[in-house]
């Protein structure tokens, strides 16, 4: 059984993106870092983890305060910036053998990203990853901030199963959170980009985890 430290019978998976499926954690660091550096600004700490699990949108809102454009003009010019980085983002190891295994025995899949669905087409169709999602609910599609127990019962149903049933893979504590308090078994990934996080992680989640590589062995 793929998942067989997760006590549950799991017919569903709602995969985060940024890094969990992808390994992306060092590239929007950079894009933080490069927009500060091109607004008179040096990214925080604190600065990433209040904007780790917002939509795109109100990221973009809460660092207009911090330069001299409106949020829509923010997030034209942070969108280029990632843009010229978002493509090249790596799939994180072990991912492709999980999603084929997935695939063969049944389990139904899909994305909940706090991205937006270019970026996210984009990385997934280079990566030859799209053919493998139910859908992909980003944040210029849905209704629900990652922080809501509703965004990850609104992935369950439209997959058409109980939220007891779903498996979420998260790297954000407040969005892993969530995805218990909505009744879901999560998954935790440790990496260099929530290092701030991994104690609660490690407390709220499941199971923790670096890569995929562990439990597709």
């Not at 909505?182 to 996080?197: H, K, L, Q, R, T």
Request: proline content about 2%; some cysteine.
């Amino acid at each position: 059984m793929i998942f067989s430290a997760i006590k549950r019978d799991i017919k569903a998976i709602v995969f985060d993106m940024d890094g969990t499926l992808i390994d992306s954690t060092q590239t929007w660091i950079d894009a933080d870092i490069e927009f500060g550096y091109q607004n008179g600004f040096v990214y925080t700490e604190e600065m990433l983890i209040a904007t780790k699990t917002l939509k795109f949108m109100k990221a973009c809102e809460y660092l207009s305060q911090f330069c001299d454009y409106t949020p829509e003009e923010t997030a034209k010019r942070y969108y280029e910036i990632l843009e010229s980085k978002y493509g090249d983002c790596p799939v994180t190891k072990g991912a492709e053998r999980l999603l084929k295994l997935c695939t063969a025995s049944g389990v139904k899949m899909c994305i909940l990203t706090a991205g937006i669905k270019p970026l996210a087409d984009k990385v997934l169709v280079k990566n030859n990853l799209d053919k493998f999602f139910e859908f992909v609910a980003t944040a210029d599609s849905i209704d629900y901030d990652k922080r809501d127990p509703e965004a990850f019962l609104a992935c369950a149903d439209k997959m058409g199963f109980d939220i007891s049933e779903v498996l979420v893979f998260e790297d954000s504590f407040h969005a892993a959170a969530a995805a218990k308090k909505a009744g879901a078994a999560v998954i935790g990934m440790i990496n260099s980009g929530n290092y701030f996080e991994h104690d609660k992680l490690r407390e709220t989640c499941d199971l923790t985890i670096p890569d995929f590589s562990a439990i597709v062995a």
